[in-house]
């Protein structure tokens, strides 16, 4: 598949594919590489700062849902 830039405004526009399955307003962060490859990397939002009162491992014991204490990617949202 290839893909053509295009001008709009000031801004040069690369379409992504719909076979992509990218929402509507997913936000990214564009880098360039010494290459010039580019790169779109998804913005991670921590979902719990919008509720300093909300508490995840009350929350997990409510749902019966387990935790084994040891993170095993990026999910230790509390030291971002």
């Known amino acids: 598949m ?3 830039t295009r001008r709009q405004g ?3 526009m690369v379409t992504i594919p719909a076979s ?3 929402g ?11 290459n010039g ?3 779109l990397l998804p913005i991670r939002h921590n979902i719990y700062r ?3 009162n909300y508490d995840l ?3 997990m ?3 019966n849902i387990g935790d084994n204490d040891t993170p095993v990617g990026r999910e230790d949202v509390w030291n971002d």
Do not use: C, G, Q, T
Not at 27 to 32: T, V
């Open 2 to 4: 290839i893909v053509k």
């Open 10 to 12: 000031n801004s040069i």
């Open 20 to 22: 992509f399955n990218i």
């Open 24 to 34: 509507e307003n997913v936000e990214f962060e564009p880098i360039k590489d010494e």
């Open 37 to 39: 490859v580019i790169s």
């Open 50 to 52: 919008a509720d300093s």
């Open 57 to 59: 491992r009350k929350a």
């Open 61 to 63: 014991e409510k749902e």
